[in-house]
């Protein structure tokens, strides 16, 4: 009696797992997988007095987070950028940017921030990159008003670069790019090391925080970039914090979840 009891709640089990992994669809699954990188992503970066952002992602790659505030009225956007630089002893320099004509280096916008020489604090330049050439010492103009620039070490060999970006009002996803560099010479950052990680260091930005969907072929970057975070690429910021959609999505999987738990609890 007792054992038909037991292969009933068994068969029942197998019944409810199955049913669990018909519901997860792939679009919940990955909302609930980028909540819990948030968790450990980019939510625990700390930041002096006076400074807070409404939205953080950690980066998919070189370990670098990304903290923005953005007033999509007024086109403001404020940004802070941590990443550990390249070199040995907190040397060499590291970059965030937004590229408004393209997805890759060329035609990025970019914010560096590195010391001069070893011994003075850290600074930030501007760089508008044409190509790849070495960066000069000073910094060049760009297309956006660059304001608030600052950067500072911080713990563990990073360092996190500030600043507040001038965009055109109503911009709702940009492309971004961001790098590291090993070294700082004769006053400028030298040239990057080319590995995997450095050249995949690039993606898309919903600047309302949300997630955006992978999908193929989405046209890039300026004004023609999607409305809704619809407009693709792959880099949907790995560990934005939840939008509510995302945490909409992501629901019924932890409802059924907890289901599956109290089930189990009592076979
Ligand atoms: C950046 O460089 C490109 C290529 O030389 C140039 O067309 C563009 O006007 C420059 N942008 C600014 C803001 O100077």
Known sequence: ??????????????????????????????????????????????????????????????????????????????????????GAGGAGWVSWAINPTGDGMKGAQALVAFRASPAAPYAVNTYNITGYKPFGASSTAIAFRATDLAAEAAAAGE????????????????????????????????????????????????????????APAASAGGASAGKGGSAGGEAAPSGAKPSAAATAAAAPVLMLLALAAGFMATV
Request: proline share 5%; aromatic share 4%.
């Open 159 to 214: 360092v996190r670069l500030y600043g507040r970006l001038q965009l055109a009002p109503g911009t709702e996803v940009v492309n971004h790019i961001w790098q590291v560099g090993s070294a700082v010479t004769a006053g400028a950052p030298a040239k990057h090391a080319f590995d995997k990680d450095n050249l995949e260091a690039k993606g898309k930005l919903a600047l309302s925080g949300a997630a955006l969907a992978p």
């Open 1 to 86: 009696m007792a054992s038909t009891t037991q292969q009933h709640r068994r068969a029942m089990a197998v019944v409810l797992a199955v049913l669990l992994t018909a519901k997860a669809s792939p679009m919940a699954m990955r909302a609930a997988a980028a909540a819990a990188t948030a968790a450990g992503g980019c939510e625990g970066d700390k930041f002096p007095a006076g400074r807070s952002y409404a939205h953080c992602a950690a980066l998919p790659k070189l370990g670098a987070r990304l903290h923005w505030t953005h007033d999509s009225k007024t086109g403001s956007l404020s940004v802070a950028f941590v990443a550990k630089p390249g």
